[in-house]
């Protein structure tokens, strides 16, 4: 299977961008400095949510502070412009440790979960990009735990969204910390309230979360990442099928793997539709292909393992924590971005650190252009994301540092290919179409993406699929919506963001 990754890809893919990729640092001119801070409460986490809080088509910032309180920043760069912020209102608001954007309420606004440790806080979105406490009016069970991860999904008709909510150390045990996971839990929702938390046991300190339908059979199952230190012998990945509500094992092809894992990432690589996964760690950064029935590891030499620093020469292994996919070049071939950095001063690990920027070539593997993109910086990096921040087609970049400032990356590429971006929405409860499918076709070449709130670490977005087009002008589009109705392929123009309102049933 990882043969067919080379294969196909190669096959697929389009011209190769005419520059190497250049990005901008743009900190300096932010409106706060801001800082993931805290000891050891904080040594994980540090997301950040990516989503347009205002309705103005610019994405805004919402960054966990730890021990500092969260900060809003407010978009307001110029078309194609340098990218600006103002400061948003949060009220102080501290202990974050993450947070995802999505449609709690079905109004088409978007609102927050966030992740703390303590009680998490559900905050409804009023569409100018302020926020109430909607915790105990949605009677979301806000807990007390150190909540490390987050996925959700809509289940048929459900006028609420179903949450999984990893936690982390059971900082109350006594026998504490090593062998003391917190149980993590689904909220099921029943009518417009949440039933009695179903405890997903065991849990292993899981520090990210994804509901995908990853065998495109309508059935998205959660996967869970797991910081197995704390489980030094009984740690592993974990699958669970939602319906009916069971961990899978090897009888169901989900075959046992052992890491430290950080962060998931996921999107199709090999154009048949099914997404591959990408998963962080101490030391081995795994990069899985996907056949529908089990996921099986890449070759070393695709060159995504990205097991310790590339520059600086420092041997030990690396910390990966946040991974994400975007085509920085517009190429048609997603690239792949690692934030980096020790958890705090583990000694066996990295110190100098650098983010990775691994560029997709034309034979499906993987080269690193970090430090020739100026975006290798050694920080403790936890969470981070990509947007088109300024409106120009080229996706951007944002990263989170414990202790140090957080990071804003303008993409300055040269001689990107041509690009569009798809929104797809409908009516109902789940307005932004999450567990939508999306397939974009330019002659034999066809790129897919899941719509999904989860995965990263305590990091997630609700902006427009991004894809890139290379030299075309048009492309076809086509969406699978979540309840597996098909729409038909329709043409669309590049350099455009096209919002897909599903026709009405």
């Known amino acids: 299977m990882a043969s067919i990754l080379l294969a196909v890809t190669s096959c697929l893919a389009g011209p190769v961008a005419a520059a190497e990729p250049r990005f901008v640092d743009r900190a300096a001119a932010l409106p706060v400095s801001h800082e993931y801070l805290g000891g050891w409460a904080h040594f994980v986490g540090g997301g950040v949510a990516l989503f347009d809080c205002n309705g103005d088509g610019r994405s805004d910032l919402f960054a966990a502070g730890g021990e500092a309180p969260a900060t809003l920043l407010v978009n307001t760069s110029e078309p194609e412009g340098t990218i600006r912020f103002e400061p948003g209102e949060m009220g102080g608001l501290a202990g974050v440790t993450g947070a995802y954007p999505l449609d709690l309420d079905g109004d088409a606004i978007v609102d927050l979960m966030v992740l703390r440790n303590g009680p998490n806080v559900a905050l409804r979105g009023h569409g100018d990009c302020t926020f109430s406490d909607a915790t105990a009016a949605w009677e979301l069970p806000a807990g007390e735990e150190w909540s490390t991860a987050f996925a959700a999904t809509w289940e048929g008709d459900a006028a609420l969204p179903t949450l999984a909510i990893g936690n982390y150390v059971d900082a109350d045990d006594p026998e504490g910390p090593f062998g003391t996971c917190d149980t993590n839990w689904l909220l099921r929702p029943e009518g417009r309230r949440y039933g009695v938390p179903v405890p997903l046991e065991p849990g292993f300190c899981p520090l990210s979360m994804l509901i995908s339908d990853w065998r495109r059979d309508g059935r998205p199952m959660l996967r869970i990442s797991n910081d197995r230190q704390y489980y030094i012998r009984d740690g592993y990945e974990q699958m669970w099928s939602l319906d ?62 990205a097991q310790r620093p590339f520059t600086g020469g420092d041997g030990r292994p690396s910390t990966g924590w946040h991974a994400e996919f975007a085509d920085v070049d517009n190429d048609t071939r997603p690239d792949l971005f690692i934030a980096k950095g020790n958890v705090d001063q583990m000694p066996g690990l990295a110190m100098a650190d650098p983010n990775n920027l691994l560029m997709q070539q034309a034979d499906g593997t993987f080269a690193e252009r970090a430090d020739v993109a100026g975006i290798a910086t050694t920080e403790r990096s936890r969470g981070a994301g990509f947007a088109d921040l300024n409106g120009d087609g080229r996706l951007d970049l944002v990263v989170v540092n414990r202790r140090a400032p957080l990071e804003v990356w ?3 590429t040269e001689g990107t290919g041509n690009w569009l971006a798809v929104d797809p929405r409908q009516d109902g409860p789940n307005a932004y179409a999450v567990g939508a499918f999306v397939e974009l076709r330019v002659g034999d070449l066809v790129q897919t993406r899941e719509r999904t709130v989860g995965g990263g670490h305590v990091s997630g977005s609700l902006v427009p699929l991004h894809f890139g087009l290379g030299s075309a002008e048009r492309a076809e589009l086509r969406v699978t919506w979540p309840d597996g109705t098909m729409s038909p392929w329709q043409p669309v123009a590049a350099g455009a963001v096209h919002r897909v309102n599903r026709a009405a049933k």
């Open 410 to 412: 303008q993409n300055a």
């Open 244 to 305: 009916p509500l069971r961990e899978l094992g090897p009888e169901d092809g989900w075959d046992p793997l052992m890491l430290w894992g950080m962060g998931i990432a996921s999107r199709d690589l090999t154009g048949d539709g099914l997404p591959e996964v990408f998963l962080t760690s101490m030391g081995d950064q795994m990069l899985m292909t996907n056949d529908g029935e089990r996921f099986e590891i890449v070759p070393y030499e695709t060159g995504t393992f």
